[in-house]
Every structure is written in structure tokens, then in C-alpha cells.
């Protein structure tokens, strides 16, 4: 049997052998399945979920809604051999004994493993950012972008809050790993999911500079201007200022940490590798960032 896959980040798909199954009927079938899905340790009450799902109909009329709703889940995910169901008089459940995938939960198995992970050794370092990036290529999207449910709102903001914390711990992994343009790559990333976060733009700022992109820092910090008047009407914080009038007072004068577009002027022996010696290259990333 072909596991079902379920999509939940950045809107709601279903597949099963590489195939995008037809849309559950309506979007209250589809929000119903995914929070089926996400509620799988016990069954619930029909009562209660109609209530969840129809609350401005009738009990009886919510409950016939949710009898259909269901039928037409069924019609989707079903196949003649696997039913993902468990529906009684009473209650229904979600089938844990048919294996599905689910992207909501690699998720959260790759977040507790990097929460779990040591960072003081290479090879740990570089585990835990592989981990890392394996969260944030999962997120592609709000968790049911485009719904608007009040259970969906709330799983919205804890896997917001999840993702960033991910991008911001990537982030230091890979700027202390020495991988400059990857750890820029997800600064942008996080400017563009958290477009208010001064400190995101701030370190888009600082790396630009470490990458010898001083035009690039000051057009960062003309964007967060921007998004900080138009959104809040507000001016950008003292910490975000200093820094780029940094930046400019040392392109004014001629002093670059970094050339070109590719790697940052940091030259070592070469029979100093910086392969097991995280501390020292952190130490060094400091040093070059104090710069500013």
C-alpha cells in the first residue's frame, strides 16, 4: 500500500505515489482532515467537533454537516484496502494504525533533534545545521496558508515561531561553520518571513559587509526603513542606525572586510585548518564582525 503524504505547510495537499490526490470538496473538509490529523491521540466527540467546525448551525444541522464533510473525506483519501477513519456513533478519530507522512511531523522530529544536538565539535555542528536546514526546506509556507479557522490561527503562530527560531539557529551554524553566503541566504529568508525583525535586517547588514557588499548593507537598510515607516510608522531603532552609519563611515573610507561576491578576505596557514576548532572560528567571526 502507498503511504499517503499530507502537506500542511504553506497550504493543504494530499499525494500517494508521487500523484497529487483531487481536493477534499470543500475547505471545511479540508481543515476538518488536517485537524483530524494534527489531534491523533484520541477519538472525538462528534458533538463536540461539530460544534468546533459548524458552531453558527443547529445541533442537528451541524451534525448532518459533519456527516457529509466526512463522506467527503472519505471519498478522497480512501482507497479499497485503507481507510483512514475511525468513525463511531459518538466519536471519530484519525487511523494511527495507517501509515501516513506528514510534513507538520518531520518537522518537529528534525526541531527536538537540533534542540537536543551538542554544538561544541565539528562534526556536531555540522549535524545539527543539517538538521536545521531540513526543518526550514520543510516549511514552505504557513502552517494551512489561506485558512483562517481559529485552531488553524493558533498552530499558525507556534509554527511561525518555530521556524524562525530554526532560521535564526541556522544561521549562527552556518556563519560559524564559515559558510558566509548560506548564512546570508537564510538572513534574507527571515527578513522575508519576518519583515519587522530589525535584527534580521540588522544581520543581513552585517553579513553583506563580511561579503565585501557594503552597496548591499545600505540598500538593507534603506528596505528596512521602508517596511518600519509604512507598516508601524515608525523610524528604525538606535542599534539598526549606528550600524549602518558604520557601514557607511567605512566604505567612505575606503576599508572592506571582504571582496567580491563570493568569500570574505579571511586568509589562514593552511596547515591551520579551522576543521574541529569551532571555538576559534566563532572567536574570528566575532573579530571580523567588532570590525563594524
Known amino acids: 500500500m502507498e503511504t499517503l503524504r499530507i502537506h500542511l ?5 494530499l499525494e500517494r505515489g508521487g500523484v497529487a490526490l483531487p481536493p477534499i470538496a470543500s475547505r471545511a473538509g479540508r481543515s476538518l482532515f488536517a485537524y483530524l490529523v494534527m489531534h491523533p491521540d484520541r477519538p472525538l466527540n462528534r458533538e463536540l467537533v461539530a460544534g468546533v467546525f459548524w458552531s453558527e448551525l443547529s445541533e442537528t444541522r451541524a451534525r448532518r454537516r459533519l456527516s457529509h464533510t466526512l463522506w467527503q473525506i ?3 483519501v480512501n482507497t479499497s484496502t485503507s481507510s483512514y477513519l475511525n468513525l463511531a456513533t459518538d466519536t471519530l478519530a484519525f487511523d494511527t494504525q495507517t501509515p501516513i507522512w506528514l510534513d507538520v511531523d518531520e518537522f518537529d522530529r528534525h526541531y527536538a ?4 544536538s551538542p554544538a561544541d565539535s565539528h562534526v556536531a555542528t555540522s549535524y545539527r545545521a543539517s538538521v536545521l ?27 511561525r ?21 548560506e548564512a546570508l541566504a537564510y538572513a534574507r529568508r527571515m527578513t522575508h518571513h519576518d519583515p519587522l525583525s530589525e535584527e534580521a535586517h540588522r544581520e543581513v547588514m552585517r553579513l553583506c559587509f563580511l561579503l565585501g557588499r557594503t552597496g548591499d548593507a545600505v540598500e538593507q537598510f534603506r528596505r528596512c526603513r521602508s517596511v518600519l515607516e509604512e507598516d508601524l510608522g515608525a523610524e528604525p531603532s538606535p542599534a539598526t542606525i549606528e550600524l549602518y ?16 561576491d563570493t568569500q570574505p578576505r579571511l586568509t589562514v596557514r593552511s596547515d591551520s585548518p579551522f576543521v574541529g576548532r569551532e571555538d576559534e572560528r566563532r572567536l574570528l567571526v566575532d573579530a571580523v564582525e567588532r570590525v563594524l
Open 133 to 159: 536546514r531540513t526543518c526550514v526546506d520543510l516549511y514552505r509556507g504557513d502552517f494551512l496558508a489561506g485558512y483562517f479557522d481559529d485552531w488553524v490561527v493558533v498552530e499558525q503562530d507556534h509554527y
Open 113 to 116: 533533534i537540533s534542540e537536543g
Open 9 to 13: 505547510f504553506g497550504g493543504f495537499l
Open 161 to 181: 515561531q518555530r521556524y524562525l527560531t530554526a532560521l535564526s539557529r541556522l544561521i549562527e551554524a552556518t556563519k560559524s561553520a564559515g559558510a558566509y553566503e
Open 245 to 260: 552609519e558604520r557601514i557607511i563611515k567605512q566604505r567612505r573610507a575606503g576599508i572592506r572586510v571582504g571582496a567580491g
Open 74 to 76: 472519505q471519498d478522497v
